[in-house]
């Protein structure tokens, strides 16, 4: 089993930054992926970013730019820093690990808010 903790969500004016962090607890030795989604008001759950265990990323074409997945260590905790803020990133952002059969955990989620 895999527990999750995030934490760094907010409060933000348009054009902010924020640093959103996510830390695991008990076995990651089976991760393979790791990740942020993120669940506007009445809308699907989707990807923001993607990060393997061998450190290889990917983005949605959205946030291309402005926003950084980044690791500690094999899958200690994982981070996103959000850049130039805008307010079609409001949702409620969630991190995920993924391991090799596929299993999917989640954190609790955290609250981003942009205003213009």
């Known amino acids: 089993q895999v527990q999750l903790v995030e934490s760094g969500g907010g409060l933000v004016q348009s054009g902010g930054s924020l640093r959103l962090s996510c830390v695991s607890s008990?076995?990651?030795?089976?991760?393979?992926?790791m990740g942020w989604y993120r669940q506007a008001p009445g809308k699907e759950r989707d990807v923001v970013a993607t990060?393997?265990?061998?450190?290889?990323?990917s983005y949605t074409d959205s946030v291309k730019g402005r926003f950084t997945i980044s690791k500690d260590g094999a899958a200690n905790a994982i981070y996103l820093q959000m850049n130039n803020l805008k307010p079609e990133d409001t949702a409620v952002y969630y991190c995920?690990?993924?391991?090799?059969?596929?299993?999917?955990?989640w954190g609790q989620g955290t609250q981003v808010t942009v205003s213009s």
């Open positions: 995920n690990y993924q391991n090799v059969i596929r299993q999917n955990y």
């Open positions: 008990g076995s990651t030795l089976s991760i393979t992926h």
């Open positions: 990060i393997t265990r061998t450190g290889t990323t």
